[in-house]
């Protein structure tokens, strides 16, 4: 956030400027599709929200439950997994493992009192860029709506 | 074994408990009079009458093992927690409710709030128009009252003070007592820290059913557990056992009871959220390469969250439902 100079510092400018909520989401991409499209969408120079902080990983079948709840409980807003469409995964049959793992994760998080907007499982193949900027941007003001989740919050009444 | 010179002292204590576990030190039947033998017993809530002031009259480190069942819930648990972790020399979580939150965690589900609405003015059986509510301090009569203050989150034991060692199970099964007991009289202990009693390998590992690979057609409902092959794993066969993200040590007794693994013993070595890895497991299991075949399957877990976590809410990442900002009714 831009600091006010010392030239403006006058009662009437130091009140508070409302900062929009920027919310911060952790992008798990399998290498052979999604990561490689978002490698492209950067060389292509495409523009995106810069909300999602991208953890690549071999194949999104890599991705363990316990990795999108931990980003959960350790601040973020919102966790994107991506991965090859189903019949392409380089891996065979990953991805069948990842759709049955992060659809069963969503329920189990909805009775955590997470909304759905949080948690996105998308298909997009390393030629699908503007898929790509796309879906990082749909997501990211999906969830700067829904707000921060703060879950360390619900820790604070003991 | 060897007779020790002096007795040791032993301590059993209850915190939010169903006294189960208490029961479950007696399975191991006439070895009782061994463990009579070699120890004597300074505090047992369960069966014997000591005081909280007798046992803070002790001094530091007096007592010499103290099995600690039951999760923490409210302030009188997490004092008496502090306190025994002063007066002993060796402090063990023993059973699931003190190692990872147990059946009481699963409170975690509610608000302390939502709790006390349907305790003290919901259920159909309570009559309470003045809409009392307990209350942590109450003057009558010119006399101070006092109750503990009920924590909003249930917490297993490590959270509050440090344990030596954890033995799971809910109850832990007559093996696993007996073998904590002999290691603990023996000396011969792992690392503080470690698990005792219970093994290093999944439920898998001690089951006598097989693998077949054979792809899960639908889940079943608990009142169609009568599984149709015998012989064949009963994950397999679409009922849900958590047995391939839950420690072995039990000898996997309930499937040789013809019933599932409910993972009472808790996450396998090395693994802390014991849920996630059940949801990782399911995904690994289905076997199936149809997206809508695969949706339509998950779709008939009913309660993931009640079945997976079942007796560790308090040892996984999340801990609770939220509370703070959640603007749907939990389904």
Redesign the interface.
Known sequence: MADITTAEKSPAKLTKEVVRFEPRIIGFLCWWCSYAASDMAGTSRLKYPPNVSIIRVMCS?RV???FV??A??EGADGVLIAGCH??ECHYV?GN??????I???K??L??????DDRIRLEWISAGEIRKFSKVITDMTEKVRNL?????R?????? | MEQPKEKLKLGVYWAASCGGCDISMLEIGEKILTVDSLADIVLWPCIADFKYKDVKAYPDKYIDVMFFNGAIRNSEAEEIAHLLREKSKILIAYGSCSYGGGIPALANFYSKQEIFDRAYHESQSTVNPDRIEPKTKHTENGYELYLPEFWETVRKLSDIVDVDYFIPGCPPAENTTWSAIEAIVSGQLPPVGSIIGAGNKSVCDECPRERKETKIKRFKRPHEYVAPDPEQCLLEQGIICLGPATRSGCEARCINSGMPCRGCYGPCADVYDQGAKMISAIGSVLESEDGEEIQRVIDEIMDPAGLFYRFSMSHSYLLRRRLVGAKEEMK
Do not use: C, H, I, V
Not at chain 1, 96 to 101: L, Q
Not at chain 1, 110 to 115: D, M
Not at chain 1, 147 to 151: A, I, Q, R, T, V
């Open positions: 079948s363990d439950p316990a709840m931990r959960f409980a189903l019949g049959s069948y493992k990842t759709a049955a793992r659809s069963l994760l329920k189990t909805a009775q955590f009192g997470f909304e707000g921060p989740l703060n879950w919050e619900n820790f604070e009444p003991k």
